[in-house]
């Protein structure tokens, strides 16, 4: 599948310099905001609106409200505490997955206002991930992304290099055009090599 070259557009408050290598297969944007912050942006999420500024303006959102965030009833204050949950809270079902293992919230987010305006309001349909899941929520290390990524990304999810390029069982299964639960029987008999050309 050829690349998008997104060189020069705009998206949101970002305009996009130029491009800036890969991460877990994605392409990554070295982007100015508005206000003249630089940030690198994954492209997906430029192009899905995941992302729409570094949080300046979010931020002079918040500058408007008085008192309280007035945002308590959201979809994305319910993440927010969700998250919060799952590193501090030893009575909740995932602290062992998360604060039980050592993810921590970092000390920004543990103020909803500055959670929202580093990652603004939750997109419908997509859910906060971890880009590296065995790092701790921060600006730097989280993304909205839909179910289906969020369940390539996950921890139990098996990842295998083959040809040069590193991609979880579902994935290799697209790239393979078989079903999931074809190549996982494969994989349980085989080693890739001989699995990946059946």
């Excluded at 996009?16 to 206000?35: D, F, P, T």
């Excluded at 993810?103 to 987010?109: A, G, L």
Aim: net charge positive; glycine share 10%.
């Amino acid at each position: 599948m050829s690349k998008i070259n997104l060189e020069g557009q705009e998206f949101g408050c970002w305009t996009v310099l130029s491009e800036a290598g890969r991460r877990h297969g994605h392409v990554m944007w070295l982007c100015q905001c508005q206000c003249g912050t630089k940030r690198i942006v994954e492209g997906v999420s430029l192009r899905k609106g995941g992302t729409k500024s570094c949080g300046c303006m979010h931020e002079d959102l918040m500058a408007h409200l008085k008192g309280t965030h007035r945002l308590s009833n959201t979809s994305t204050h319910e993440v927010w505490k969700s998250m919060r949950q799952r590193c501090n809270n030893k009575r909740n079902k995932d602290y062992k997955y998360y604060g039980g293992r050592g993810i921590v919230c970092c000390d920004r987010w543990k103020r909803f206002e500055k959670f929202y305006a580093d990652m603004g309001e939750k997109p419908e349909g997509l859910t906060l991930e971890r880009i590296d899941n065995n790092k701790g929520y921060s600006p730097s290390n989280c993304k909205w992304v839909n179910m289906k990524e969020q369940n390539r990304n996950s921890r139990n999810n098996r990842v295998i290099k083959y040809g040069g390029e590193t991609k979880c069982v579902s994935e290799w299964a697209e790239v393979l055009k078989i079903k999931v639960t074809v190549l996982r029987y494969r994989l349980k008999k085989y080693p890739p090599q001989i699995a990946f050309n059946m």
